[in-house]
């Protein structure tokens, strides 16, 4: 009988499995305490909610096999995938969606996000431009600031493209290399993320539109960058073997105005987790998803939203090739220090 039993159990078909159903999630400002969803999210339920208000009315809504997926919860998703800088694979289970629905929403999103971009990156006005070189020599003690610039990396995967060894950078990873411009204030005054890993940070900044903006003298005041830039009238660089005293102090206030740059970098990077990890979009994507941050970014400084602690990673050093610099870049740097610095 037995034996019986298990002939009919064996020709029987196997049970299906249970339908995944999407799980409620949209109180979830109010699942979690505001210390238990700043560890997650990296940003207070304010901050969060704040951020939903902003973009509701551009984010539309989606289905997911059938069930509605509101735009508060496809922003709380993205917020969470840009803080926690793992797979998707977490994020949708906190979430209750599949993994494709993860990377459709965080996409769409970071578009809606992108389009604020004007709004919360700006380059200073000349108004703005004299608070500025006041705040940044009230920081450093170098005259006439009006930014910091630098290159950071920022790791992706590798494209299945025919071009994809130009994402390799000097570090011998993939990434896109990000153009940056800083504020007194630690805020994003200019972003470029358009460029390959192995990009040279000079060649970006001779290729942007700022540059172009400095070139025709629309902007009174200097930007500060390491020697991976070019000497000119309105960018300079340290000295690299400073012999004079003036050329000393120079570089002192040189290194200790431009480290601002550096702090907001770390800053941002320690908010979007995602932006340590590997991105695993294609390179036009892990762009938009770059750019997305920095305004987050901003908005969150310019709300008084308290930075995420500061947490150090092994990074080696690589050095960048210096740029050759001619007689006039020097003649420009020479003059300023002599200036300035005596």
Same mark, same amino acid.
């Given at each position: 009988m037995d034996y019986l039993d298990y002939i009919? &159990?064996?020709g029987r078909p196997p049970p299906r499995p249970e339908r995944r159903l999407l799980r409620d999630r949209s109180n979830l400002l109010? /699942?979690?305490? &505001?210390? /238990?969803?700043r560890d997650r999210f990296r940003m207070y339920k304010d901050n969060a909610a704040e951020?939903?208000?902003? $973009?509701?009315?551009?984010?539309?809504? &989606?289905?997911v096999r059938g069930t509605p997926v509101p735009p508060s919860l496809q922003i709380l998703v993205t917020l969470r995938f840009l803080a926690c800088g793992t797979f998707h694979r977490e994020t949708a289970d906190l979430f209750g969606v599949s993994e494709s629905t993860v990377c459709k929403i965080v996409h769409k999103v970071c578009k809606a996000i992108c389009g604020l971009r004007k709004d919360y990156i700006k380059f200073p006005a000349a108004v703005d431009q004299t608070t500025y070189k006041l705040q940044f020599y009230e920081y450093g003690n170098f005259p006439g600031v009006v930014g910091c610039i630098d290159g950071c990396q920022i790791p992706i995967k590798c494209p299945?493209? /025919?071009d994809a060894e130009l994402y390799r950078n000097r570090k011998n990873w993939f990434s896109i290399n990000v153009q940056g411009v800083c504020t007194p204030t630690m805020q994003f005054s200019n972003i470029v993320a358009r460029w390959s890993g192995s990009t040279h940070d000079s060649r970006i900044f001779q290729n942007s539109s700022l540059c172009a903006q400095f070139e025709a003298g629309q902007h009174s005041g200097i930007l500060? +960058?390491?020697? +991976?830039?070019?000497q000119t009238h309105y960018l300079f660089t340290p000295y690299l073997h400073p012999t004079s005293p003036e050329q000393q102090r120079y570089n002192r206030a040189h290194i200790h105005t431009r480290g601002l740059v550096e702090r907001m970098f770390g800053i941002w990077k320690n908010r979007f987790q995602c932006l340590r990890y590997t991105l695993r979009f294609q390179p036009r994507r892990c762009c938009t998803v770059i750019v997305a941050t920095a305004? $987050?970014?901003n908005y969150l400084r310019q709300h008084g939203c308290v930075d995420p602690p500061t947490e150090y990673y092994r990074d080696p050093h690589v050095p960048m090739a210096e740029v050759v610099n001619d007689n006039t870049g020097h003649a420009y740097r020479n003059s300023f220090a002599v200036q300035h610095f005596s």
């Open positions: 009919n &159990d064996a109010n /699942e979690f305490d &505001d210390m /238990e969803f951020i939903i208000c902003l $973009l509701q009315t551009t984010v539309s809504c &989606d289905s299945s493209t /025919e500060l +960058g390491d020697s +991976g830039y070019a305004v $987050l970014h």
